[in-house]
């Protein structure tokens, strides 16, 4: 069974702090990972892809790929409030298949 | 606008009563694929299409049919609800011929089984 573990939440952190997100998948085999934001009520949209070990930079986001750990994080820099959301992790397994973890939700607050 | 636009947005229906969800996008993409989304359990793939003529199963199909006669429509079909269907649907779409590519999410259809 392919999974994708996240931490449900709420991260709660205060505007201008860095925000933490992190993700472990069970296949030592996957090569893609991907970083989608869900506001509620709305439909999730990509913010970050990871292909490579290390870290990929992107504005405010870095997405950090650790595959012998098989963990894949999120960093937001300087939060806003605006960023409060739900972050969803995904898994490329198999080339064809996206597996999804349940998100965690992140409050930033003033 | 590029866009995926599914219909209806929320469905309140009874226990039986085949329905169907229809999801368009008009940006060419070959791969298309549809979503279940459940608290607790997050987003699980329903099934997906590679191209035209061309479906999968995904995790939990049971229940669904789907089809691909066209490159823009992927319609989801319940020949008959049943209350554990009562979710929130959504359609997505990308590029290449997979989901490695940026999926494109339509706006989700929130279905109540009755």
Known sequence: QKEVEQNSGPLSVPEGAIASLNCTYSDRGSQSFFWYRQYSGKSPELIMSIYSNGDKEDGRFTAQLNKASQYVSLLIRDSQPSDSATYLCAVLYNTDKLIFGTGTRLQVFP | ?114
């Not at chain 2, 359990?41 to 199963?57: A, F, H, P």
């Not at chain 2, 979710?87 to 009755?114: E, K, M």
């Open chain 2, 1 to 114: 606008e590029a866009q995926v636009t599914q219909n209806p947005r929320y469905l309140i229906t009874v226990t039986g009563k085949k329905l169907t969800v229809t999801c368009s996008q008009n940006m060419n993409h070959e791969y298309m694929s549809w979503y279940r989304q459940d608290p607790g359990l997050g987003l699980r793939q329903i099934y997906y299409s590679m191209n035209v003529e061309v479906t999968d199963k995904g995790d939990v199909p049971e229940g669904y049919k789907v089809s691909r006669k066209e490159k823009r429509n992927f319609p989801l079909i319940l020949e008959s609800p049943s209350p554990n269907q009562t979710s929130l649907y959504f359609c997505a779409s990308t590029l290449a011929g997979g989901p490695s590519d940026t999926q494109y999410f339509g706006p989700g259809t929130r279905l109540t089984v009755l």
